[in-house]
């Protein structure tokens, strides 16, 4: 589904990207993680748009996305959910997730969409009418996570989804996401909290310094003593 071809990129002359490459199949959920600063939200920035590479190639369903715009990116069936979730605060639950459905793709499946969603997080449809703002902080990021939704996308990425999250919420972020994986959505996922995300995964990638050092399966990643030590403090 996504293929990433020896994407490189910088800011300004600092180059931060060196020649990643990696794929997201279909259904699966595709976990990267790494250091601070290693890159990792650079390379979704330039997956979605917001950042142009200096080099390579990025095709997702057999187009080729490197150099569009976040808006054709988004359009193509890419959502991003990023750090923090980023709602709309001042906006209610139903409006944040109607601004979801901003893309040609979902404006006529709005009602259907929302359903789903609700289906998934009841919670939501409680909150319907109330103030983002007003939420806690698992209940706006189960927001961000469902307005992502709304676009119906094909691929979802998700930046660092349990940052700043207390444990118990860290706890149901990642049962959102499991929820979402079970529907069959193609899943990349950022994420400092290796011990939870690779319980998701069905392949891992480690970058560092901007370079792709492994990739590979669960139990690979797992079984691998560099990473062990360094990653997962056994």
């Known amino acids: 589904m996504l293929t990433i071809e020896k994407i490189s990129a910088s800011y300004g002359q600092i180059r931060i990207l060196h020649d990643i490459s990696m794929e ?3 259904g699966e959920t595709a976990v990267l993680v790494g250091p601070n600063g290693a890159g990792k939200t650079t390379l979704l ?3 979605s748009g917001a950042l142009r590479p200096n080099s390579g190639m990025i095709l997702f369903d057999n187009q080729r996305i ?3 715009a976040s808006h054709e990116v988004a359009e193509m069936g890419i959502s991003l959910v990023p750090e923090g979730g980023r709602i709309f605060p001042e906006f ?6 109607r601004v979801g459905s901003y893309c040609q793709r979902a404006r006529n499946r709005l009602r259907e969409n929302i359903d789903e969603v609700f289906g998934l997080f009841p919670i939501l449809e409680n909150r319907r009418s109330q103030v983002a703002g007003s939420l806690s902080g698992g209940e ?5 996570i469902a307005r992502s939704l709304m ?3 094909k691929l979802i990425m ?8 207390a444990p118990k919420i860290v706890v149901d972020v990642f049962e959102f996401i ?3 994986k079970e529907r069959g959505y193609s899943i990349l996922l950022v994420e400092q909290n290796v011990k939870k995300s690779i319980q998701l995964t069905d392949h891992t990638h480690l970058i560092e310094s901007g370079r792709l050092q492994f990739v590979g399966s669960r139990e690979d990643f797992i079984r691998n003593p560099q990473i062990k030590k360094a990653y997962l403090g056994i």
């Open 24 to 26: 997201v199949l279909k």
């Open 45 to 47: 920035k330039v997956i």
């Open 66 to 68: 490197d150099g569009k």
């Open 92 to 97: 209610t639950v139903f409006e944040n997730l």
């Open 140 to 144: 706006r990021q189960m927001l961000a």
């Open 151 to 153: 676009s119906q996308p």
């Open 158 to 165: 998700f930046d660092e989804p349990s940052s700043g999250l």
């Open 178 to 180: 499991k929820k979402i």
